[in-house]
């Protein structure tokens, strides 16, 4: 089913709409050939952000945590302002834009942790359990298409 020329229900009426619903249409126009391994590479730079967590959080413990979490809110949308600025260039771009982004996200997650554990160490845990299950729960909380 081809949506040329029509907006899909849930995009924007000023984006360009592309075949496929899952594909954001600021990609490049050739994304469509690259095979398993070519999309696979992409969710392993996702893991340089994971392999940051404890310089991450030695920078935490050397600074105020609501500044990490400031630096990674920072990063995430310079990585977002980079994606929608030259995704449609060049592939490096979105490169870049997924390492910044976990990067970001990473040391959000590690500030935000830090200073969620020193409001009661007892309760450690359960505020750490509660903490994650909102951040899920908003995760995938997003506009379902009608």
Do not use: E, H
């Given at each position: 089913?081809?949506?040329?020329?029509?907006?899909?229900?849930?995009?924007?009426?000023?984006?360009?709409?592309?075949?496929?619903?899952?594909?954001?249409?600021?990609?490049?126009?050739?994304i469509r050939s690259y095979n398993s391994l070519h999309i696979g590479?992409?969710?392993?730079?996702?893991?340089?952000?994971?392999?940051?967590?404890?310089?991450?959080?030695?920078?935490?413990?050397?600074?105020?945590?609501?500044?990490?979490?400031?630096?990674?809110?920072?990063?995430?949308?310079?990585?977002?302002?980079?994606?929608?600025?030259?995704?449609?260039?060049?592939?490096?771009?979105?490169?870049?834009?997924?390492?910044?982004?976990?990067?970001?996200?990473?040391?959000?997650?590690?500030?935000?942790?830090?200073?969620?554990?020193?409001?009661?160490?007892?309760?450690?845990?359960?505020?750490?359990?509660?903490?994650?299950?909102?951040?899920?729960?908003?995760?995938?909380?997003?506009?379902?298409?009608?």
């Open positions: 089913m081809s949506t040329a020329g029509r907006p899909l229900p849930f995009s924007s009426p000023n984006l360009p709409t592309s075949d496929s619903p899952f594909i954001p249409p600021f990609t490049p126009a050739d590479l992409f969710g392993l730079l996702g893991i340089i952000g994971a392999l940051l967590a404890p310089q991450w959080g030695r920078l935490v413990d050397r600074v105020v945590p609501w500044l990490g979490q400031l630096l990674g809110l920072c990063t995430s949308l310079t990585s977002m302002i980079i994606a929608l600025a030259a995704a449609q260039v060049n592939i490096g771009a979105i490169c870049v834009s997924i390492v910044l982004y976990d990067m970001g996200q990473q040391l959000c997650q590690v500030s935000s942790s830090y200073r969620i554990a020193g409001i009661d160490p007892k309760a450690r845990a359960r505020l750490n359990g509660c903490y994650l299950l909102c951040v899920f729960a908003g995760q995938v909380s997003v506009p379902l298409p009608r």
